[in-house]
């Protein structure tokens, strides 16, 4: 399926903007901005992982990244507003696994 992102940075939001299209099965995305999104994208692979909120949480960031909705989100949640049609899959992480659902802090 192909996504149409628009990309805005949290300093420059016009200046960094990205308008693109994500093709999730085959990795490819075009657009205005498409080759700064690629070149950041490529950088966080190397990286080897991704750093997600809370600190200080992570995942892999694997060559797999072009096509996973979720290294995806994480990944350009680091430079970008992260777009509505991919904060469902934004990476979840509590505090304590064995707290309960309803516990209040």
Not at 32 to 58: H, Q, T, W
Not at 63 to 88: E, I, R, S, Y
Not at 94 to 103: G, I, L, N, V, Y
């Amino acid at each position: 399926m192909v996504h149409e992102l628009y990309l805005f940075a949290f300093r420059y939001p016009t200046q960094d903007m990205a308008h693109v299209w994500w093709n999730d099965e085959t990795g490819e995305i075009k657009g205005y901005g498409a080759d700064r999104v690629r070149a950041f994208l490529e950088r966080v692979i190397a990286e080897g992982y991704i750093r997600c909120k809370p600190p200080p949480c992570s995942i892999p960031a694997t060559d797999g990244l072009f096509t996973d909705h979720t290294q995806m989100a994480a990944a350009l949640a680091l430079g970008w507003k992260l777009p509505d049609v991919l904060w469902q899959y934004y990476p979840r992480f509590t505090d304590d696994p064995e707290k309960p659902e309803d516990a209040v802090d």
